[in-house]
């Protein structure tokens, strides 16, 4: 999806990044530790994340368009059978699932989870864990699940998790946000793509019948999220 008004995804981003940084000096605080470890479930307050979509004044049409590469990607991952699961910082009551049944999205995702659902957010592992514990198939040591995202937190949160559950999570970086990211963690560049169009070629290279198609990093996955 794209923000009508990119300033908004911005000011969402910037207060999520704060809330995380906040989120990590109590736990230092009160802990004083510094694992990545999944944390026992406890319900968050998330006042900030609920005040602004509380003053929310237009609806998700108004506020966001289809990116309509993805959807074919979508479209083609679930009909060669893959299985697909969504992961948001984001609110899933009053945005998230307003935006997955606004633009017809459910139908592609085995499991949907938000921030509400996970004690914490990205870069913590937590929600790509849950995801993966649910995501409608029983997951084997040989699977290799890709994770797309678009911020930094997304690259960390996923090579978190693949410590955590001890799969092969393999974080593809799309955008130039997420491209920093994946050069900080030295990740190889095969692993970024800078636009929508970008991965869903890579995605079609993947399904052509020709012997000399290139591969991207790994024979595509069961599991992606």
Not at 17 to 38: E, K, Y
Not at 199 to 223: G, N
Request: charged share 25%; net charge positive.
């Amino acid at each position: 999806m794209h923000h009508v008004n990119p300033r908004v995804l911005q000011m969402l981003e910037f207060l999520d990044d704060c809330s995380h940084r906040g989120g990590r000096l109590v736990a230092r605080f009160r802990l004083r530790r510094r694992n990545m470890s999944v944390a026992p479930a406890k319900a968050p307050k998330l006042l900030v994340h609920k005040a602004i979509h509380k003053v929310r004044r237009k609806s998700v049409e108004q506020m966001l368009l289809p990116c309509e590469a993805m959807r074919e990607t979508l479209e083609r991952l679930k009909a060669e059978g893959v299985t697909l699961g969504l992961v948001s910082n984001g609110l899933g009551r009053g945005y998230g699932h307003d935006v997955i049944d606004a633009f017809d999205l459910r139908k592609y995702f085995s499991k949907c989870v938000f921030r509400e659902d996970v004690p914490r957010g990205k870069p913590w592992p937590d929600s790509i864990v849950t995801a993966l514990g649910d995501i409608g198939r029983e997951l084997r040591r040989s699977d290799v699940v890709w994770y797309i995202g678009d911020q930094r937190k997304d690259i960390s949160a996923a090579l978190a998790a693949s410590k955590v559950t001890g799969y092969q999570i393999r974080p593809i970086a799309l955008g130039a946000r997420a491209a920093l990211g994946a050069v900080e963690a030295r990740l190889n560049p095969s692993h970024i793509m800078w636009t929508p169009s970008d991965f869903q070629r890579a995605v079609e290279t993947m399904f052509e019948p020709d012997e000399h198609a290139m591969s991207m990093i790994d024979p595509l996955p069961a599991p992606m999220l």
